[in-house]
């Protein structure tokens, strides 16, 4: 199995409690860095049951995700070097089959912050959320014509817009708390959403939610789900069951 669960580098200095794999029984594991940076861990599941559990206590800012309405977008030989696999279609956006349909959706709209929050507002409106609409084979393509989904479609869907619009768009995951939202708050779980590549950086942007949100934990980036998968199986398996959590502790707890 490889298993793509650890907290993003990128967040390794507000780490407390590092998020150490522990499994039962116990098994040896490696790890190892994919081709887009993110930390990977290797088992050889044993005959049988095995439990796989991870928990983390990490500082956070208590900061939203910035919003910049005032950031450009490049032309697409201003881009750099490593941005450019990120306009390019992949297993789960399929910008040749939704360019024309970007283009006739988005063409007029301002550039920039405005035209990834248009698709944003786009996506967010045409499609349904519902765990019962989960399917792991789903594509931007689908989504955009079965107008249902969750998270991952949702950030299927608006990464393949942007890149259709010549802006570059990786997929993340991670896990989303429920900091700051209003009652009755969802189940911490683990979720998905994409950032822009805009005026020489990379933005957040979730058009499940579409709201800035706090104590987003990233885990992984990569060009759509096929990269970033909780989880990859060599042989037949049976997940029996899993549980998530995100939550919030005071530093007077600790």
């Known amino acids: 199995m490889i298993l793509t669960v650890h907290i993003h580098f990128t967040r390794a200095f507000d780490i407390v ?3 150490r794999i522990i499994t039962f029984p116990s098994i040896p594991i490696t790890g190892y860095r994919d081709l887009f940076g993110n930390w990977c861990s290797r088992i050889v599941a ?3 049951q095995l439990r796989i559990s991870a928990d983390a206590l990490l500082n956070d800012s208590g900061r939203s995700d910035i919003v910049a309405p005032w950031a450009e977008q ?3 030989q201003d881009l750099p070097d490593d941005t450019l696999v990120f306009l390019l279609g992949s297993r789960y956006c399929e910008t040749d089959r939704l360019s024309q349909t970007a283009w006739d959706l988005f063409g007029t709209s301002s550039t920039g912050w405005g035209r990834v929050q248009a698709i944003c507002d786009f996506v967010h409106q045409h499609v349904v959320f519902g765990y019962e609409h989960a399917r792991p084979t789903r594509t ?4 955009f014509n079965e107008r249902i989904g969750v998270c991952r479609d949702f950030a299927h869907l608006a990464t393949a817009l942007c890149r259709c619009m010549n802006i570059p ?3 993340c995951t991670g896990y989303l708390t429920d900091i700051g939202t209003p009652q009755p708050y969802s189940s911490p779980d683990f ?3 994409f950032e822009a590549y805009l005026d020489g950086g990379w933005y957040t942007f979730d058009p499940r939610n579409n709201v800035p949100r706090i104590g987003r934990v990233l ?3 990569g060009r759509d789900a096929a990269d970033v998968a909780i989880s990859n199986t060599f042989g037949p398996n049976t997940l029996k ?3 998530v959590w995100a939550e919030e502790v005071s530093v007077e707890a600790l």
């Open 17 to 19: 409690v590092p998020d």
């Open 46 to 48: 044993p005959k049988g």
């Open 74 to 76: 490049h032309l697409v």
């Open 140 to 143: 931007a393509w689908e989504t």
């Open 169 to 171: 768009a990786r997929y």
């Open 191 to 193: 979720a998905a959403w």
């Open 219 to 221: 885990i992984a980036r």
């Open 241 to 243: 069951g899993f549980r």
